[in-house]
């Protein structure tokens, strides 16, 4: 990535909190969810710091983004019970004592009540009042966001307004999307953001193409056109399953030099530059196939009904997958879609010729106009010398009778192998579809 | 969560770089991955940092950590574009300039030249060799952790060892897992996490029981037994996918006092306490199948394919699924599975009949011990007042004629209702399996 165009953009920082959160045992969707909407606003994230329930670590993390952060923002810690210390923590280090707002108590209690009466055992009375009690415990000063759940957002000055304000969330996804409407009209929430200009982004894809490419055709281009940062663009790159990502941030008197680095990258990467607009594979396969009226169906070994789940991940799919076949053991590569037992005896179930014939079978059984096959070995064990584990065999058939055949060696271990097995995939019926 | 049993553990601080991460559009595996091998080590992990590939933001990440933690490591800005900074940057902040390591220079050709050797397109000679010298600059008395793919990995001490070590380890996966081993055989790193009582972790998994009924049996526990703390116990809580997850870390003399809080959750959650020694639902269901020597087919619609799929996660899982249907279009149902196009008409394809009829027709195709069917409105649209988004009805078929029906009513959206429909199945086999 290039630095920020000047000027500087505004910054804010995202405090994630919870033990679940850094163990890593449940995977935060907040931080990500909130850098977007961020920059949206034009506000950069600067850094996110994910702590436990230790309230030392909590205040040092607060401390830590305040000090060059126009605006902090904390996920989580707003349950009832007394692991739950963000707002407390957050009193402490914005200098604000926390005093109990009772008309939020009766408004908390409500709620409470409302979500108990759905369940069948309840909690005792005093356990339910200790919890709205002190979720109710609010900052002098601080503005309530209205609960969505139970707990109320927060936002909390520091006294003579010396720091920067700190936005309380809760941790569900659901209570805090909601209440990020609110935060955003609160107008120390705003005062903090105002200046950022609200930045355009164009996102491009390319699948096939080594990320030293990309890197050359950037210097290129700087070398005929001024350095990206110089014409007000920050691109950000990033590889993943095999497809290559260009994110491209900049103000809207850059259109016409971002304009100027998608022609260099589209003369650069001809095809294999896929899309333009953002749009993922998935979409791009999707509408492929509502264009052309096309119809497909899967046979899948090794990667099991994973393309199908896939496919069928988009809104709508029903309209071109009609089905798939998981032929994981040999007898149901025959049983399913008719491969002939003694084909898979004489080349063996990981072959072209297999993975032809699942194809073939799949689309005949539905009459399809695509049909796939994907066998393969996807490890730990199976490998052999001339069949390593990783080498997958994946057709794509049409009615016609025409077929494309793709033979992968695929490392990343067994879940790698698989998914990347369904994302070249995908790529192929782009390209067929595409092209077709 | 509560605190710590005292003694204070050993603490790491992790930085997670790279803008991707910082802005969500890549997910980052690996400070769980490390939160979980050093806690296996007895070592907490204090606070992760996540920055994008400003260098001041790493440099201010890296100072924040080194001052109260015996260990910092690094993840990721190791490759051999100009935006790859880590090793610079850690160079700069433990005071060590650095140098190019002609042998590693060479070694790192080799790997970058066998690599390319694969691709179709070669990058310009002069583009690799600027890649490859940058990759082999090391600070000064650093160790060198021999690449897994191209990126070297480093232990960077800090001159005169006035602050705690960093480690330096690759972003991608599969580079940094292996050479996590290599670290751990550093002097320096093992100087660092030296004292670190190993701690014992216990995971125990129910399915079905409300977070709240959890609270209230360890309020019971504490009320009878005292508090988890005092017992050496740090138990965290987590909810995820309907599964009540219970982590507790010990010390070895709390053995006695972990069994005790084991025996408390067995009594109060009976058979909906699944799992006591951490094996996910995915793992148990793999072993009752192999212990009954029973096999499964699937059909599947709103799922397509994503419980075979998930099944065939498990390596071995072929010695119990043979194969599935992905029954997504309702000529699908019966083309694969045989259900009879009258009865879709009649009752409608979402229904307990399909369901039943999708289960035993998988079953009869493949010949299985087991077939599970599985049609619902996995949403956005295709809802009813009768049947509204997020209905599913599953059904269990067994060769022996028994049937067990499962009628979900999801939440979630159309991934939270396809995701949470494959958990509920993967628990109705387990149940059936345990129970038969």
Same mark, same amino acid.
């Given at each position: 990535?290039?630095? +920020?165009?000047?000027?500087?953009?505004? &910054?804010?920082?995202?405090?994630?909190?919870?033990?679940?959160?850094?163990?890593?045992?449940?995977?935060?969707?907040?931080?990500? @969810?909130?850098?977007?909407?961020?920059?949206?606003?034009?506000?950069?994230?600067?850094?996110?710091?994910?702590?436990?329930?230790?309230?030392?670590? %909590?205040?040092?993390?607060?401390?830590?983004?305040?000090?060059?952060?126009?605006?902090?923002?904390?996920?989580?810690?707003?349950?009832?019970?007394?692991?739950?210390?963000?707002?407390?923590?957050?009193?402490?280090?914005?200098?604000?004592?926390?005093?109990?707002?009772?008309?939020?108590?009766?408004?908390?209690?409500?709620?409470?009540?409302?979500?108990?009466?759905?369940?069948?055992?309840?909690?005792?009375?005093?356990?339910?009042?200790?919890?709205?009690?002190?979720?109710?415990?609010?900052?002098?000063?601080?503005?309530?966001?209205?609960?969505?759940?139970?707990?109320?957002?927060?936002?909390?000055?520091?006294?003579?307004?010396?720091?920067?304000?700190?936005?309380?969330?809760?941790?569900?996804?659901?209570?805090?999307?909601?209440?990020?409407?609110?935060?955003?009209?609160?107008?120390?929430?705003?005062?903090?953001?105002?200046?950022? *200009?609200?930045?355009?982004?164009?996102?491009? &894809?390319?699948?096939?193409?080594?990320?030293?490419?990309?890197?050359?055709?950037?210097?290129?281009?700087?070398?005929?056109?001024?350095?990206?940062?110089?014409?007000?663009?920050?691109?950000?790159?990033?590889?993943?399953?095999?497809?290559?990502?260009?994110?491209?941030?900049?103000?809207?008197?850059?259109?016409?030099?971002?304009?100027?680095?998608?022609?260099? %990258?589209?003369?650069?990467?001809?095809?294999? %530059?896929?899309?333009?607009?953002?749009?993922?594979?998935?979409?791009?396969?999707?509408?492929?196939?509502?264009?052309?009226?096309?119809?497909?169906?899967?046979?899948?070994?090794?990667?099991?009904?994973?393309?199908?789940?896939?496919?069928?991940?988009?809104?709508?799919? +029903?309209?071109?997958?009609?089905?798939?076949?998981?032929?994981?053991?040999?007898?149901?590569?025959?049983?399913?879609?008719?491969?002939?037992?003694?084909?898979?005896?004489?080349?063996?179930?990981?072959?072209?010729?297999?993975?032809?014939?699942?194809? &073939?079978?799949?689309?005949? &059984?539905?009459?399809?106009?695509?049909?796939?096959?994907?066998?393969?070995?996807?490890?730990?064990?199976?490998?052999?010398?001339?069949?390593?584990?990783?080498?997958?065999?994946?057709?794509?058939?049409?009615?016609?009778?025409?077929? @494309?055949?793709?033979?992968?060696?695929?490392?990343?271990?067994?879940?790698?192998?698989?998914?990347?097995?369904?994302?070249?995939?995908?790529?192929?019926?782009?390209?067929?579809?595409?092209? *077709?």
């Amino acid at each position: 990535m290039t630095h +920020s165009p000047t000027p500087q953009p505004v &910054r804010a920082g995202i405090v994630v909190t919870g033990t679940e959160v850094l163990t890593g045992r449940v995977s935060d969707a907040n931080g990500p @969810w909130l850098a977007e909407q961020l920059r949206t606003l034009g506000v950069d994230v600067g850094r996110i710091v994910v702590v436990g329930d230790r309230p030392d670590d %909590l205040e040092s993390a607060l401390r830590y983004l305040l000090a060059d952060h126009r605006l902090v923002i904390t996920t989580g810690g707003l349950g009832p019970t007394a692991d739950d210390l963000t707002a407390e923590v957050v009193a402490r280090v914005q200098g604000r004592p926390v005093r109990l707002d009772e008309s939020l108590e009766r408004r908390v209690a409500a709620r409470v009540e409302e979500l108990n009466r759905r369940r069948e055992r309840q909690p005792a009375p005093e356990v339910v009042a200790a919890g709205v009690r002190k979720q109710a415990m609010v900052p002098e000063q601080a503005a309530v966001l209205e609960p969505v759940g139970t707990a109320p957002g927060l936002v909390v000055t520091a006294v003579g307004d010396a720091a920067a304000p700190v936005l309380v969330l809760p941790g569900p996804p659901g209570e805090l999307r909601p209440m990020w409407e609110d935060a955003l009209r609160d107008r120390a929430v705003l005062g903090a953001i105002e200046g950022a *200009g609200a930045l355009r982004q164009g996102t491009l &894809r390319a699948y096939g193409p080594p990320e030293s490419e990309l890197a050359a055709l950037l210097r290129d281009h700087e070398a005929a056109h001024g350095s990206l940062e110089s014409a007000g663009l920050e691109v950000t790159t990033c590889l993943r399953e095999g497809e290559l990502e260009v994110v491209t941030r900049y103000r809207p008197d850059a259109q016409t030099a971002y304009e100027r680095l998608v022609e260099t %990258l589209h003369d650069g990467f001809g095809a294999a %530059l896929y899309s333009r607009d953002g749009a993922s594979v998935d979409q791009t396969v999707a509408a492929l196939f509502r264009e052309a009226g096309a119809t497909v169906a899967t046979a899948e070994s090794c990667t099991a009904g994973l393309l199908a789940g896939r496919l069928a991940d988009v809104p709508g799919s +029903s309209a071109y997958l009609l089905g798939g076949f998981v032929t994981y053991a040999n007898e149901a590569k025959t049983a399913e879609v008719g491969v002939p037992a003694d084909l898979i005896e004489r080349v063996g179930a990981v072959s072209a010729e297999v993975a032809e014939a699942m194809a &073939r079978g799949a689309r005949e &059984r539905l009459g399809t106009t695509y049909g796939i096959g994907i066998t393969g070995v996807a490890g730990p064990g199976g490998g052999t010398a001339d069949k390593p584990v990783g080498l997958v065999h994946v057709c794509l058939a049409h009615e016609d009778g025409r077929t @494309w055949p793709l033979r992968l060696q695929l490392g990343g271990g067994r879940a790698g192998v698989r998914q990347r097995t369904v994302v070249a995939c995908l790529h192929l019926l782009r390209e067929v579809l595409t092209t *077709g």
